[in-house]
């Protein structure tokens, strides 16, 4: 069984696409796919250049990517969730709310899995390991200021706001892989 991490954003176009192949890049080696949708995307539009930018820099080719609407069997399907903003974590959960605790913004499930210890995990899978070990944690930790959970969209932005954006998606992603890792 191959389980699957969904990264959703508002267009799919910027952060969620950078995030989807980073992550791509880092988990190469697990069984688990890694996809990427938008709130409010239009179906079949390409990647932001800046975006593409980023990809390559992944080693991999993006230009096959299209954009997509984030649907309820997108969230279903998927074990982890993680979201731009607190926004699009709330139009996740209400599309499909038996999501909603293995849906996170991608911030917020960063400090999670950093505080998280994949101690008596019942999960056979590593990725559903980590999400269970980084929700134990969730009522345990102090709330962060709510601004802290939203990745800044670069949209409008030069080719360092991108880079930038994906620094912070990469920041954010690392504990989550440490934690990938050790309840595997």
Do not use: K
Not at 103 to 127: N, V, Y
Request: aromatic content about 4%; hydrophobic content about 45%; overall charge positive.
């Amino acid at each position: 069984m191959v389980d699957g991490v969904l990264f959703v954003c508002h267009a799919n176009m910027c952060r969620s696409p950078m995030a989807e192949y980073i992550t791509r890049q880092f988990l190469a080696d697990l069984p688990v796919t890694v996809a990427s949708a938008g709130t409010d995307a239009v179906d079949g539009a390409p990647m932001h250049p800046y975006a593409i930018e980023v990809a390559v820099g992944t080693g991999a080719d993006p230009t096959a990517f299209r954009t997509r609407r984030l649907r309820p069997e997108h969230l279903t399907g998927a074990a982890l969730v993680l979201a731009a903003t607190r926004r699009q974590r709330s139009v996740c959960t209400a599309l499909a709310p038996a999501a909603l605790h293995r849906t996170f913004t991608l911030r917020q499930f960063g400090r999670l899995a950093a505080a998280a210890e994949p101690t008596g995990l019942r999960s056979r899978s590593p990725l559903r390991s980590a999400v269970e070990a980084a929700a134990r944690v969730r009522g345990r930790l102090q709330p962060a200021a709510p601004d802290t959970d939203d990745l800044r969209d670069p949209i409008g932005g030069s080719p360092v706001d991108f880079r930038r954006c994906a620094e912070e998606i990469e920041r954010s992603i690392r504990p989550v892989l440490a934690l990938i890792g050790t309840a595997g």
